[in-house]
């Protein structure tokens, strides 16, 4: 039992930390004063993103293992934890949110669908998208923390999404300098995402609203600032955001294909084609 739990905090700890590194050093180059809180969460949100699509090319690769997750992570952090050693570390407040998380997590597996969960282990098993499929992007980051400490490590990362898309909000209410409006957007984004999970089992809602939520934020400074350093973030926000679209072409076609259709015959096409976990003609 212990066990089991050390690995639910090293999966999604590992996984928090190594996007929120992997954050930090691509917005290393930004000259914009951003306050403590909202430069932080931006770095989660932008180092999620560009994991989610780190993922997405071992995936494509067949390179989805827990070895080359646990490598690249560490290969991450070093060079993180030693960016972070010239600079200021976060306040202690940021310890306390990140215990809470760890905390309610291990207790709060129901955070991630049974849909998803199957989903994550068809991939980990295939060790890439051979015959199996996530059905968004975000799940991608799911799968890096599923692959150490299974489903109560992905819950971890589910909440940690719900957590940073809240204070974002309320971040924004500042920046705007509406914070009575920022506070009232943080409680309906929060309890609305814990709603529409609770009504359809979408586990990747809560990733998606942080994305969304840090692509409209930085795109609001650039238009005000002209900053060029936001363009790379921005653009690694867009490409996670349209990862899913680069894996459903295929489902869909899989699909509307007929079975009598002459491409399901051809064993390239077929392989191409297939739906999910079906097993390929001889």
């Known amino acids: 039992m212990m066990l089991s739990f050390v690995y639910i905090l090293f999966g999604g700890l590992i996984t928090i930390a190594t996007a929120w590194f992997l954050g930090t050093l691509l917005l290393r180059k930004i000259s914009t004063t951003l306050g403590e809180i909202e430069a932080q969460l931006l770095a989660f949100a932008t180092g999620s993103a560009c994991l989610s699509v780190i993922v997405f090319a071992l995936c494509a690769a067949g390179l989805a293992r827990k070895g080359v997750f646990l490598a690249a992570g560490l290969l991450i952090d070093l060079f993180g934890v030693a960016y972070r050693m010239r600079q200021p ?18 207790a709060a597996p129901g955070l991630i669908s049974a849909a998803t969960i199957h989903r994550l282990s068809l991939v980990d098993r295939a060790h890439g998208f051979n015959g199996a499929y996530l059905s ?39 920046r705007i300098r509406y914070p009575v409006a920022g506070a009232a957007g943080a409680i309906f984004t929060g309890s609305s995402l814990l709603f529409a999970f609770r009504e359809w089992r979408t586990s ?30 921005i653009g690694i926000l867009a490409l996670a955001l349209i990862v899913p679209w680069m894996i459903f072409p295929r489902q869909i076609l899989s699909y509307l294909s007929p079975p009598s259709h002459s491409a399901w015959h051809c064993p390239i096409c077929h392989g191409f084609l297939r739906r999910p976990g079906q097993r390929p003609t001889t």
Request: hydrophobic fraction near 60%.
């Open 89 to 106: 570390w976060p306040r202690a407040w940021i310890l306390g949110v990140l215990a809470v998380v760890c905390v309610v997590s291990p």
């Open 136 to 174: 968004d992007g975000v799940e991608l980051l799911f799968l890096y923390a599923f692959a150490f400490g299974r489903q109560s490590a992905a819950a971890l990362v589910n909440i940690s999404f719900l957590v940073s898309v809240t204070l974002l909000m309320l971040c924004y209410g500042r």
């Open 204 to 233: 990747g809602d809560m990733g998606t609203a942080l994305l969304l939520l840090a692509l409209f934020y930085m795109l609001q400074i650039w238009v005000g600032q002209r900053e060029p350093g936001w363009l790379g973030p």
